[in-house]
């Protein structure tokens, strides 16, 4: 079957070899990266800019941002933002869940653990400091990430697969995530091999965030090789379509080449 493919276009060595161990001749195998790496830094929103006005006339800070957490992952995250407090009075967390179905519970737990917050969607200007903000709005988190001194991507404290941390990198945002990334395996691997990430257990979660609170070149050299992680890997869609042209231009073909590509992306 894979005599019949033209060109397979591989995120990186390690799939290539894949291809070439269950068959696929070498010379029809190329490693063009992953497109995920392509995007663009998120525009400046009106939100972000009422946040950053709000953080500067009440000295707010630091700030923490909290994205795409899921169950059983806010309580120890509020937990750590307590202690947080202890140190930083002024400290700020943006709580970004998930899924829109568990905003109410979340502000519930807030309620129940004694936790001063506001919900992003009746937020209109009142002081963040010492408070979290419980994002119950859809569509904002990507440009939010730009507010924060260090971004923790969820669904990776409980073994959910984790989520894309490319998001606070492209702002060159210090980045911690917990140890259950399956999902983003190779993502998250590469960060890790260019000391770009913080990778966490929830035991270790609290003192990782004072450590980088507390010590500011650490914190913005972590952002800044995340950054750098990004500006390394981008160039994969560039490498694809001119990889699919060239293919497109062989003669002699029975039927449009194209059909018979297989893009591993």
Not at 170 to 186: K, M, P, Q, W
Request: glycine share 8%; proline share 4%.
């Amino acid at each position: 079957m894979l005599s019949h493919i033209d060109l397979f276009l591989a995120q990186t060595s390690q799939d290539a070899d894949r291809l070439q161990s269950i068959g696929a001749e070498a010379r029809r195998i190329q490693v063009t990266g992953n497109q995920k790496f392509d995007v663009a830094v998120p525009a400046v929103t009106a939100t972000v800019e009422s946040l950053r006005k709000s953080f500067s006339v009440a000295s707010a800070g630091p700030i923490l941002v909290c994205g795409s957490t899921v169950e059983d992952e806010e309580a120890p995250l509020l937990k750590a933002f307590e202690n947080i407090l202890v140190s930083h009075p002024r400290a700020v967390m943006v709580l970004a869940p998930r899924h829109p179905e568990r905003f109410d519970a979340v502000a519930k737990l807030m309620e129940r653990m004694g936790v001063s917050s506001y919900r992003r969607s009746v937020w209109v200007g009142e002081s963040l400091a010492g408070r979290v903000l419980l994002v119950d709005t859809i569509g904002e988190l990507a440009s939010l990430y730009a507010l924060a001194d260090i971004a923790f991507v969820g669904g990776s404290l409980v073994p959910r697969g984790g989520h894309n941390i490319i998001e606070p990198a492209l702002h060159g945002i210090a980045i911690v995530t917990g140890n259950h990334t399956e999902n983003f395996r190779d993502i998250v691997g590469l960060f890790q091999k260019q000391d770009a990430v913080r990778i966490v257990g929830i035991a270790e979660l609290p003192l990782t965030l004072m450590q980088l609170l507390d010590n500011d070149e650490d914190r913005r050299a972590l952002g800044r090789k995340a950054k750098e992680t990004i500006l390394s890997q981008v160039g994969a869609t560039s490498r694809t379509l001119e990889a699919l042209k060239i293919l497109l231009r062989r003669p002699g073909e029975s039927e449009p080449a194209s059909a018979r590509a297989a893009h591993k992306n």
